[in-house]
C-alpha cells in the first residue's frame, strides 16, 4: 500500500489516530503479515504531520505487537500468534471457528481427574518445599516404581519428559542423524511430521489397514534404508487403529533380520483412555524398542509428563541430553502424578473417561453408519472420515456450526492426498451426535 492509499484511510492524524488506521487494516487482512510500511517520512509527507507524529503511532503499534522495525530495511506487519506455530500444527489451526469445536484432537476437560487434592496431598508431604539437587536422578521412586510395574516389557531404563512429542524429539536425537531415513505412519500425527522435518529427517510413508501398519509396506521401507521406525500402537492418530497382537509378531518379522541396525519407537499417546490392549513390540524385539507413554490425554495435558523406557544406550544419552536444557521434568509434578495413578478416585475417574470415550465413538459410528458412512469406533479420542472433497467437506462444515480438522495436515505428502477428515469425539456430547452425524454426512456427499 502506498504512501499516498494509506493516507487517504487516515481520519485521525494523531499518534493514536494512525496507529489505529494500521491496527484496523491488519484486522481486516488489509495489510498482511510480512507486508512493509511506508517510512516515517513518507507517510508524514502524504498526511501532512511531522515525523514525530507517525514515529510515535509506529511505536504504539510495535509496543502492541502489531509491527516490528528493522532500522534501514523498514518496519512491516508482524505475523499473528499462528505464525509461532510449525506449518502442520498452523494447517490444523486455521479453522474457523464453530458452535462444535471437534477439531482440537485434546481430552474432554470435564473428563480428566481432579488435580487439587493431588496437588494438597503432595504439598501436605512437604513435597512442594523440599530443595531439589540439580544431579538427583530425574525421575522420583514412587513414580518409577509404578511405571516399571505396569511398562509393556522390561526397561533398562526409565526417565520422564515434558510431554510426548518431546519425548520423540530426544529419542531420536539419539538413535538417527541428519538426513537419516524414518518409516512413519500414513496418515499420522501432524507435529510428528513436522519434527522430523526439523531434525533433517526423510520421511518414508507406511499405510495402515484395520490391525495397524502393513507388514508389506514396512519391508518395503525396511528395504529403502529406514534407521527407525515410528509406530503408534493404540489409538493411532487420526484414525483410531490399534495394533493387533498378530500385526505385532507380524511387523517384529519384518524387522526381525535387521534389528541391530533399526530402532523402534513406539508412542504410546492415549495410554489410559485406550480401551484395547497395550501391544508393544518391546518383547518381541529386546534392546531395540524405546516405548513412550503420555499422561497428557489421561490425567491432564497441563501435566506435561510422558515417560520414556527402553535401552540404557538411548535413554543415558537422552538424560545426559536433557541436563544440558531444563535438566529433569518438575519432581513436584511427578509426585502428583505418582499421587494420581494410585488413588482410588482419581484412578476411576480415569476409568470412567475411558468408558465414556469408547461409548462415544461407538455413538457416532453408529449414526454414521445408519447415513451410510462406514467408520470403524476406533480407539482414542479421534474417528477419521472419508469426504468427497475436503474443501467442499470443510466449508458445509462451517456452515452446519461444527468444526473438524482438515486431512490433508495427517499425510506425509500432502498436495497428493484428499478425502478425509479428523473429528476429535472425545468432547462430543451425547445431545449432538445425531446432529453432528448428519453434518458429516451432507458434508462428506458429492
Known amino acids: 500500500m502506498s504512501p499516498q492509499e494509506l493516507a487517504e484511510l487516515v481520519a485521525d492524524r494523531s499518534p493514536r489516530g494512525i496507529?489505529?488506521?494500521?491496527?484496523r487494516l491488519v484486522h481486516t487482512g488489509d495489510l498482511l503479515p510480512g507486508d512493509r510500511l511506508p517510512t516515517v517520512r513518507q507517510l508524514a509527507g502524504a498526511l501532512g504531520v511531522s515525523p514525530a507524529t507517525v514515529g510515535s503511532a509506529w511505536q504504539t503499534l510495535a509496543s502492541a505487537g502489531l509491527v516490528i522495525s528493522r532500522g534501514r530495511a523498514g518496519t512491516s506487519v508482524?505475523?499473528?500468534?499462528?505464525?509461532?506455530l510449525p506449518p502442520r500444527y498452523r494447517d490444523l489451526a486455521d479453522v474457523p471457528a464453530a458452535r462444535l469445536d471437534l477439531a482440537g484432537g485434546t481430552p474432554d476437560p470435564d473428563l480428566l481427574p481432579d488435580l487439587a487434592p493431588a496437588l494438597a496431598r503432595v504439598a501436605a508431604h512437604g513435597h512442594g518445599s523440599r530443595a531439589t539437587g540439580y544431579l538427583d536422578d530425574p525421575v522420583v521412586p514412587e513414580l518409577e516404581r509404578l511405571l516399571r510395574s505396569s511398562w509393556p516389557f522390561l526397561p533398562q531404563r526409565l526417565t520422564v519428559v515434558d510431554g510426548a512429542v518431546d519425548a520423540l524429539?530426544?529419542?531420536?536425537?539419539q538413535v538417527v542423524g541428519f538426513g537419516g531415513r524414518v518409516a512413519v505412519e500414513d496418515p499420522g500425527f501432524p507435529p510428528v511430521l513436522d519434527l522430523l522435518d526439523h531434525l533433517g529427517l526423510e520421511r518414508v510413508p507406511v499405510p495402515l489397514d484395520g490391525a495397524g501398519p502393513r507388514p508389506d509396506a514396512l519391508a518395503e521401507a525396511v528395504g529403502s534404508g529406514v534407521r527407525v521406525v515410528l509406530l503408534q500402537p493404540r489409538a493411532q492418530n487420526p484414525t483410531g487403529v490399534s495394533t493387533t497382537p498378530t500385526r505385532a509378531r507380524e511387523?517384529?518379522?519384518?524387522?526381525?533380520?535387521?534389528?541391530?541396525?533399526?530402532?523402534?519407537?513406539?508412542?504410546?499417546?492415549?495410554?489410559?483412555?485406550?480401551?484395547?490392549?497395550?501391544?508393544s513390540l518391546g518383547p518381541l524385539l529386546p534392546d531395540r524398542v524405546v516405548h513412550v507413554r503420555s499422561y497428557s490425554k489421561s490425567h491432564g495435558p497441563d501435566l506435561r509428563i510422558a515417560a520414556v523406557g527402553g535401552p540404557a544406550i538411548v535413554l543415558d544419552g537422552l538424560v545426559a541430553r536433557r541436563m544440558l536444557g531444563p535438566g529433569w521434568t518438575s519432581r513436584l509434578l511427578q509426585r502428583v502424578l505418582a499421587d494420581l495413578l494410585t488413588d482410588a478416585q482419581a484412578v476411576e475417574a480415569v476409568a470412567h473417561a475411558r468408558r465414556v470415550y469408547h461409548g462415544r465413538r461407538r455413538a457416532l459410528s453408529a449414526a454414521l453408519s445408519r447415513?451410510?458412512?462406514?467408520?470403524?469406533?476406533?480407539?482414542?479420542?479421534?474417528?477419521?472420515?472419508?469426504?468427497?472433497?475436503e474443501a467442499t467437506a470443510l466449508v458445509r462444515l462451517e456452515a452446519a456450526g461444527v468444526r473438524v480438522a482438515r486431512g490433508r495436515p495427517f499425510f506425509c505428502r500432502p498436495a497428493e492426498a484428499d478425502g478425509f477428515v479428523r473429528v476429535t469425539v472425545g468432547v462430543l456430547r451425547a445431545d449432538d451426535v445425531e446432529t453432528v452425524a448428519a453434518a458429516l454426512a451432507a458434508a462428506a456427499a458429492p
Open 169 to 173: 524429539s530426544r529419542v531420536l536425537e
Open 251 to 279: 511387523l517384529a518379522g519384518v524387522l526381525r533380520p535387521v534389528a541391530g541396525q533399526v530402532w523402534v519407537v513406539e508412542d504410546d499417546h492415549s495410554g489410559e483412555i485406550a480401551s484395547s490392549r497395550d501391544v
Open 78 to 84: 508482524l505475523p499473528g500468534p499462528a505464525g509461532r
Open 371 to 389: 447415513r451410510g458412512i462406514d467408520v470403524p469406533p476406533g480407539d482414542g479420542i479421534n474417528m477419521w472420515v472419508p469426504v468427497h472433497d
Open 19 to 23: 496507529a489505529a488506521t494500521i491496527a
